[in-house]
């Protein structure tokens, strides 16, 4: 079950009987309400988002590129306005005004006060800092563990808070220094050297250097975030400000720089010690220098509003543009300045009124679409699930139009429509994939303000991705779709630069958009795998996938029920040729008939196909019960399918191969076994659950089972028995209604009863016999005739059957088919032999001459009768004992007819009693 089904159409319900009859009728008009109001709320949605498509302002803007031509009449100036600067020219303009505006910084009036303390902060922080070590030195070597782990801990503690980020080399050169001059710490000496600490040294030199920097002016931010050449400098203690020239002054990422330069020369050979300084020097600046943010923002500001977002005028009546002109910047400016004026003019009204349009416009373009499916595919507009797909694979393209039309350039031409019209020919037609092309193509032109350069090129290039997918067989298919669809887009723009005369300047922008747009045509893969999860579709590149013999379900039914298998595939065999030759679907018809008979691999031993000589295990069960079990199957090979996850439109073919049939031959055997006083035998418990075929394709289906397995009882299948039995069997399903649903023409049976004659006789032709074997099939001379008429009159056994009655000889006359029950037979439809045909035929007469009908269940004697295993629907018998016919009977066999009748099948046991 799809993912939408729920926006699909109902399934029929049982109309109320009583006195609730009319409630039936009130159920249908409210679910065709529901189904109209569904479809209503999809179509607005879908006109809706394509109106919220189009350029909402500076139309111009979005429909109008430089180097088009200009296909409309001579535009002239109806008033007099100004041409606005295009948003590009703003934005310089703006940026120039950046440049050129100085910011403002304020002093930092007590900048070498912060620095100092700063500086003595940081020397507090070491000295701490040092005293740990010490007291840890001083405890390890004195064994006091316990109070050298926390002075240790309390050491690290120190370290991590400290101001300056120190790696741990440069701590050990400053603890190196610091022990050196503490006595008795390291060594026994008493002396302490009378030189600087090298951390107070170094300590001292990052506060000179600051302290100088400062003075002369550094900036809180980095000197290169300054587009002006000046800043203006304001003390707010004294009220004044100054302009200072941006090169005078330091940026914060400045300073450290020069500093390490600084440093180098202090300690040359000595890079340590730079790194220490820099870092001594780091923990302790401050700028002197703030940025004022919001004074410079207001300053730009007040400087960007001054800016003329005109420049100059058009007078009324001059030309704006003449038809066949090239646009040019110059152009487009003065297109999107009028219309700008206009608008402003015209207030609110313009824009109702070129929304209406644009809603009118984009209704009757999607009306032409949803009234095609309405007069010419009403199986898809009646199906909601099937218009909601469609709406959503129209809004993904006309989203990305949306985006496309409001990109610079021509990025309109990415837009990959043709996915849609690959994915709409693989899931439902050819027809319905270039009406949709034609759909979005119109749109496309309608947001592009009536370009049809654009709308002829992408209906040109959907149309060939339709053509090259009609009859898609692989993937592969898909990446040949992409190319052609690049080629009809060149050929289209290829032609208006032909008619124009010249190469326009867009020209290698379009092909590269075209190429993209080819590119993601490959996307059409995921997508149709995607929406035939979610909505039920059976597309034919799933059932080309189902169509393989080694698939699992496939292979699985060829180990446990070969003889089943064998005969799906005869049977796919003729129904695709019949539903190719009357125009149906020939692939579904194929893979549902490879499909049909799956559920009889979980008892294939009560199938006739799937037994051995003499083993049916039908002889030890009641008629009801054997047919119970031979109708099963079609329950059982539902299940089977949904558990292999079977499209559904496969999974039909399963139960309406066989309709609502009935099991001809248990039938006929539990009304002959009833006794006198007993209950009636009920017809309903011995006819398959259904339901009866409702398309071609499965119609197609069931008359190919039946025919194909009636088929392989016949002994000699010439022309005229085949034609015989094909002509039978199809009267047979039609007289009980089996077709009723399939709209199936009587043109449409001729041609697959033709089908089905000219591949049987293919299968069953005549094939050379070599010597030996003529001597083999004479026999031995001393045969008496009496054995052979009793060898003779042993019933053929049916390979297959979908057969509901016991497989015999044909009877030979007319007479005898109606003493059997098949009445409604006319006597026309049986072939009957000339006068001068029987006498030269006599020999062969002999060895065809049909067995009495009194002595079947169709031409045996009931109480010797044995059970056959049954295919599909039916019950072939197998080979058993017979009576002897009686004089009476002989007499009879040797005046009736002697015609080449094929067997009596189930198809004809549904004509009795009519």
Not at 110 to 124: F, G, K, Y
Not at 140 to 169: C, F, H, V
Not at 260 to 278: G, H, I, K, M, W
Not at 725 to 731: H, S, T
């Amino acid at each position: 079950m799809g993912l939408f089904d729920a926006f699909s159409r109902s399934r029929g319900r049982a109309r109320p009987v009583g006195q609730n009859l009319e409630r039936g009728t009130q159920d249908e008009h409210k679910q065709r309400r529901r189904n109209r109001l569904v479809k209503g709320s999809i179509l607005a949605l879908l006109v809706v988002l394509t109106v919220l498509a189009f350029p909402r302002s500076d139309f111009f803007q979005y429909t109008v590129q430089v180097g088009d031509d200009w296909r409309q009449e001579t535009l002239r100036a109806p008033f007099e306005f100004a041409i606005y600067k295009s948003e590009e020219t703003l934005q310089e303009e703006r940026q120039a005004v950046r440049e050129t505006v100085p910011p403002f910084f304020r002093d930092v009036p007590d900048a070498q006060s912060r620095l100092t303390a700063n500086r003595d902060t940081v020397e507090q922080q070491l000295d701490r800092v040092f005293q740990a070590y010490e007291d840890y030195l001083r405890n390890q070597s004195r064994g006091r563990t316990d109070q050298a782990i926390e002075d240790s801990l309390r050491y690290m503690q120190l370290r991590r808070t400290a101001w300056p980020k120190l790696n741990a080399e440069q701590w050990q050169r400053l603890l190196m220094d610091y022990v050196e001059r503490v006595p008795g710490l390291t060594s026994r000496s008493r002396t302490v050297p009378d030189d600087t600490p090298l951390v107070d040294q170094l300590l001292q030199d990052a506060w000179e250097y600051g302290s100088l920097i400062i003075r002369q002016g550094v900036l809180d931010v980095p000197r290169d975030t300054i587009q002006a050449e000046e800043i203006i400098v304001r003390n707010q203690r004294e009220l004044t400000e100054r302009r200072v020239q941006k090169d005078n002054v330091y940026g914060q990422n400045e300073v450290y720089t020069a500093a390490q330069d600084y440093f180098s020369r202090e300690y040359p050979d000595q890079p340590q010690l730079v790194n220490l300084a820099t870092s001594f020097l780091r923990s302790i600046f401050v700028s002197s220098l703030e940025y004022m943010k919001g004074e410079s923002m207001e300053a730009w500001q007040r400087a960007a509003n001054g800016i003329s977002p005109t420049r100059g005028k058009v007078a009324r009546g001059d030309v704006i543009v003449r038809q066949g002109q090239t646009v040019t910047p110059e152009i487009k400016r003065r297109l999107t300045s009028l219309e700008r004026v206009q608008e402003e003019r015209s207030g609110p009204s313009i824009l109702w009124k070129r929304t209406t349009g644009q809603l009118l416009l984009t209704l009757a373009t999607y009306l032409i679409f949803f009234l095609y499916l309405f007069v010419l595919r009403r199986n898809v507009f009646t199906d909601n699930s099937r218009i909601l797909l469609i709406a959503i694979l129209f809004g993904i393209i006309i989203g990305l139009f949306a985006v496309g039309v409001r990109l610079p350039g021509q990025a309109i031409y990415a837009v990959p429509v043709a996915i849609v019209s690959v994915v709409l020919t693989v899931m439902f037609d050819s027809r319905i994939g270039l009406f949709g092309t034609l759909t979005l193509a119109i749109i496309a032109g309608l947001l592009l303000g009536y370009n049809f350069e654009f709308t002829i090129a992408t209906l040109f290039a959907g149309t060939l991705g339709v053509f090259s997918v009609r009859d898609i067989k692989n993937r592969g298919q898909f990446f040949l779709s992409a190319g052609i669809v690049f080629v009809g887009y060149l050929f289209i723009l290829g032609a208006s630069w032909l008619l124009l005369n010249r190469v326009p300047p867009s020209f290698g922008s379009q092909i590269l958009m075209v190429g993209i747009n080819s590119f993601l045509l490959i996307l059409a893969y995921p997508l149709l795998w995607v929406f035939e999860r979610a909505f039920d579709i059976t597309t034919d590149l799933t059932l080309l996938e189902l169509s393989d013999t080694n698939r699992p379900l496939l292979k699985e039914l060829s180990l446990r029920a070969p003889g089943t298998f064998n005969h799906s595939l005869q049977v796919a065999n003729l129904a695709e040729a019949a539903a190719a030759a009357i125009g149906a679907n020939a692939l579904l018809t194929r893979v549902g008939a490879l499909y049909h008979d799956i559920g009889k691999m979980l008892k294939p031993e009560y199938f006739v196909e799937n037994q051995r000589p003499g083993d049916n295990p039908h002889d030890q069960l009641k008629p009801r019960m054997s047919a119970l079990i031979i109708a099963s199957h079609v329950k059982e090979g539902l299940e089977m399918g949904r558990q292999y996850t079977l499209p559904k439109r496969v999974l039909d073919f399963i139960p309406m191969h066989h309709g609502t049939t009935r099991i001809e031959y248990f039938y006929r055997k539990a009304v002959d076994d009833r006794s006198e006083g007993a209950p009636e035998i009920l017809e309903s418990e011995f006819r398959y659950p259904g339901p009866r075929p409702n398309s071609k394709e499965t119609g197609i289906l069931m008359l190919s089972d039946g025919v194909e397995a009636a088929s392989r009882s016949l002994s000699e299948p010439t022309h005229k028995r085949l034609e015989t039995l094909i002509d039978m069997i199809v009267k047979a399903r039609i007289e009980d209604g089996q077709l009723d649903d399939t709209d199936l023409t009587f043109r449409d049976l001729t041609q697959i009863k033709q089908t089905f004659l000219s591949l049987l006789l293919g299968i069953y032709h005549v094939r050379v016999r070599y010597p030996d074997q003529d001597a083999e099939d004479e026999g031995p001379p001393e045969t008496k005739p009496e054995q052979r008429a009793s060898q003779q009159e042993k019933p053929e056994r049916a390979e297959d059957g979908d057969l509901d009655e016991p497989e015999g000889h044909v009877p030979a006359s007319i007479e005898a088919l109606r003493e059997q029950g098949l009445v409604g037979i006319p006597e026309h439809s049986i072939a009957s032999p000339s006068p001068a045909d029987e006498a030269g035929e006599a020999d062969q007469d002999d060895s065809e001459a049909e067995p009495p009908d009194a002595e079947r269940v169709d031409g045996r004697k009931t109480s010797d009768a044995t059970p056959p295993a049954a295919t599909d629907a039916d019950n072939a018998p197998t080979d058993g004992a017979r009576d002897e016919p009686s004089t009476t009977e002989g007499a009879e066999r040797n005046g009736a007819d002697k015609s080449e009748q094929p067997d009596a099948k189930s198809d004809r046991r549904d004509e009795k009693d009519q």
